[in-house]
């Protein structure tokens, strides 16, 4: 019995070495997954836009711009807190062609849209993983993917497919001002507000990550107001204690205790006066 569980491990772990989509490795996204409906900003004049939502980013990249994978495919990844690469989780996938046509997927089969609204099916836009990269097969060399990828907590940390300049909305109503609260690395270059979130911009980001972390308007206020309390304490236990010392030095000289030594050091040492 022990053999055969032996025997049936160490099929997993060759199955999971060959690098092909296994237990070992991220799931791609079903095929409903990635006909899941969004929006993108497929007219920016930007190498990559990206916007930052609550539990997720979109992202649109100029595929001419970019720095992973061959001339038929771009690579996408993320890295866990260990550092190791693993595949990025990519959702709603869509590739525009520099005349509008769109080829995304609908209702889980491969599918072009012409700017007219007609539709064809494609064998374009195939997904692939290994253990560490996404694969994207691109319909073609030039023209914008997109896509949109999970997110967690008050950071992104982004590994950038394509070189050039680069816009991020980060959520509404936050900031990344206040270096205290936040981390925006590399330094963006210039900074815009557009309605209720700030744009942070890259004119040439050539960099192996990106990380932006943010905080909430709100937190400046709670922050704040838990400077004022500090302070408001500091000041009332500095008042505190300076009494007392004031008290003591009082109880001292009421019983004579309170001695003045200088003139005593500024005479001869004892037995030489």
């Not at 595929?63 to 996408?76: F, H, M, P, R």
Request: with cysteine; net charge negative.
């Amino acid at each position: 019995m022990n053999r055969r569980l032996l025997a049936a491990v160490a099929v997993l772990v060759m199955f999971g070495l060959a690098g092909c989509t296994t237990i070992f490795g991220a799931d791609v996204g079903t095929p409903d997954d990635l006909s899941q409906a969004a929006d993108y900003n497929f007219d920016t004049d930007r190498d990559a836009y990206i916007v930052v939502n609550r539990n997720n980013y979109t992202a649109v990249y100029d595929i001419s711009a970019k720095v992973t994978g061959d001339n038929e495919t771009i690579q996408l990844y993320r890295t866990d807190a260990l550092s190791i690469e693993r595949p990025l989780e990519v959702r709603a996938l869509q590739f525009r062609y520099p005349n509008g046509t769109v080829v995304k997927y609908v209702d889980g089969e491969q599918t072009r849209v012409y700017p007219n609204g007609t539709t064809e099916p494609t064998d374009a836009l195939a997904v692939d993983n290994t253990r560490e990269r996404t694969i994207v097969e691109l319909p073609a060399e030039e023209g914008q993917l997109a896509f949109t990828a999970p997110k967690n907590g008050k950071q992104l940390t982004i590994e950038p497919p394509v070189n050039g300049s680069y816009e991020l909305a980060l959520p509404p109503n936050t900031d990344t001002s206040i270096p205290l609260l936040s981390q925006v690395r590399p330094s963006n270059d210039d900074r815009t507000q557009v309605g209720d979130r700030v744009h942070l911009i890259w004119e040439q980001l050539d960099t192996s990550v990106l990380i932006v972390r943010w905080y909430l308007d709100r937190d400046i206020v709670l922050f704040g107001g838990l400077a004022i309390i500090a302070t408001i304490v500091g000041a009332i236990g500095s008042v505190y204690y300076y009494r007392q010392i004031r008290r003591a030095r009082q109880r001292r000289e009421e019983e004579g205790f309170d001695i003045d030594y200088d003139d005593d050091r500024e005479g001869p040492p004892p037995g030489m006066r």
